[in-house]
């Protein structure tokens, strides 16, 4: 089964400083990887994903991640936080499930702090 | 245009009762699917409806929760005799097709007392 490990539940970063969020997966086979935000009592929203085209992947609001089979890793960046920025965001990856679909399965999310 | 849309938003009951919970997924869109978010956890796969099937539950807990989809639109998640245990925010999300990329809506925020 696949699965995804997010390095550190929060992580703080100053207003204008590398946001660097860290997740690896586990996976038998190539996988789906993505990133998603979810702002306070909103749902998820898609930041990026991959899938298996080029290795960096640009997302919206100038985040990015790079998939690195060598490391199993597809950690989220972004060169300067904003405070906007502030939201929990969760890596996922997805494999085949029953008939095709993607089964995606969560990271358990690591909460954005910007400090002004 | 509309996103998916989740009814109600915010619901407590007590221990025992039978509650719904209801999902609107964006038009068109043919497969929907029910996730469960435990407070510090990420989203947990519960079922995958394809049209108006249950394509994959193996993600329901037990046989108190179940799903239909009787038109292969609205969708509703049905929880027999809650537990303390079932509080969540019970989140849906909807795709184009197989394969295509899920958009969720806002949750609902579950609470058994």
């Known amino acids: 089964a696949q699965s995804v490990t997010q390095l550190g539940s929060h992580v703080s970063v100053s207003e204008g400083a590398l946001v660097l969020l860290r997740c690896n997966y586990s996976?038998?086979?190539?996988?789906?990887l993505f990133w998603y935000v979810q702002y306070p009592n909103q749902g998820l929203q898609l930041l990026l994903k991959?899938?298996?085209?080029?290795?960096l992947v640009k997302g919206i609001n100038g985040f990015e991640a790079e998939f690195k089979k060598s490391e199993t890793s597809f950690h989220l960046t972004k060169p300067s936080a904003h405070m906007s920025d502030a939201a929990e965001y969760f890596c996922?990856?997805?494999?085949?499930?029953?008939?095709?679909?993607?089964?995606?399965?969560f990271g358990t999310g690591t909460k954005l702090q910007v400090i002004p | 245009g509309a996103g998916v849309s989740q009814t109600p938003s915010n619901k407590v009951t007590e221990k025992g009762k039978y509650v719904e919970l209801r999902c609107d997924p964006i038009?068109?869109?043919?497969?929907l699917y029910w996730y469960r978010q435990s407070l510090g956890q990420g989203p947990e796969f519960l079922i995958y409806?394809?049209?108006?099937?249950?394509?994959?539950d193996s993600g329901l807990p037990n046989d108190r929760f179940f799903a239909v989809r009787p038109e292969g639109s609205v969708s509703t998640l049905k929880i027999q005799r809650t537990e303390r245990g079932d509080s969540a925010v019970y989140l849906c999300?909807?795709?184009?097709?197989?394969?295509?990329?899920?958009?969720f809506g806002p949750g609902t925020r579950l609470l058994v007392l």
């Open positions: 999300a909807s795709s184009l097709s197989l394969a295509e990329t899920q958009y």
């Open positions: 996976s038998s086979v190539p996988p789906y």
């Open positions: 991959y899938t298996s085209a080029a290795t």
């Open positions: 996922a990856v997805s494999d085949k499930g029953t008939g095709g679909y993607q089964k995606v399965t």
């Open positions: 038009s068109g869109h043919t497969a």
């Open positions: 409806f394809q049209g108006t099937g249950a394509a994959d």
